[in-house]
Structures are given as structure tokens and as C-alpha cells.
């Protein structure tokens, strides 16, 4: 019980030791800010295109957006899923699959419409 105890005491030291939190950032952050900034770039190659999508999708206006802004954006987001298969980083090859596959249903819904 006492050790228990004390963990917790511990715990709520850690908590609050600025010091802790400044070497763990040195330590973590970068790595931390090159993943997060992937991500970033990701879901914003994904979501160049969609409310041109959207829009052509309710009627709002019948141009659809320049071939080759979706020309560049498919070559972008297909140099990640390169990335992440070469890195076998199964997460970032579903997430980007999965983008892949809203945006061809999009389309699909668009063409045949």
C-alpha cells in the first residue's frame, strides 16, 4: 500500500516539475512536430479538392475544379503512400488508401450523377 502511495506522490511531482516537461519536449518534440506536420500535409492534399466536389455535388455551380490541381494533389498524397510503404507505416497507408477511395467515390458520384 505504502508504494502505491508513494507512485502517486511521485506521479503528481512529475506532474507539476517544469523541468520534466522541458526535457521531454527537447526530446520528443521534434520528432513529434515532422509526424504531426505529415499528417497536416495529408489531410490537407485530401481536402484541396473536396468542396469543389461538394459543390458540384448539390448543384451550386457546374465547374469542376482544374485538372491539374487533382492532377497534383493524387501525385502528392500518391509520393506519401510511396513514403509510407517503403516505411511499412500501415497507418498512414490506410489513412491515405481510405483518402483515395472518398475522393474516387466523389468523383464517381459527380460522373454518373
Known amino acids: 500500500m505504502n508504494s502505491?502511495?508513494?507512485k502517486i506522490k511521485t506521479g503528481i511531482h512529475?506532474?507539476?516539475?517544469l523541468d520534466l516537461w522541458i526535457s521531454n519536449l527537447k526530446e520528443h518534440g521534434p520528432r513529434a512536430s515532422a509526424e504531426t506536420?505529415?499528417?497536416v500535409a495529408v489531410v490537407l492534399l485530401h481536402l484541396a479538392t473536396i468542396p469543389t466536389l461538394l459543390a458540384v455535388l448539390t448543384g451550386l455551380t457546374e465547374?469542376?475544379?482544374p485538372v491539374d490541381l487533382v492532377l497534383f494533389g493524387w501525385a502528392g498524397l500518391f509520393c506519401?503512400?510511396?513514403k509510407a510503404a517503403i516505411q511499412k507505416?500501415?497507418?498512414n497507408i490506410v489513412t491515405i488508401g481510405f483518402g483515395f477511395f472518398c475522393q474516387a467515390a466523389?468523383?464517381?458520384l459527380i460522373i454518373f450523377k
Open 4 to 6: 502505491i502511495v508513494e
Open 14 to 17: 512529475n506532474l507539476f516539475d
Open 37 to 39: 506536420m505529415e499528417w
Open 63 to 65: 465547374k469542376m475544379p
Open 80 to 82: 506519401f503512400f510511396l
Open 89 to 91: 507505416d500501415f497507418l
Open 106 to 108: 466523389l468523383l464517381a
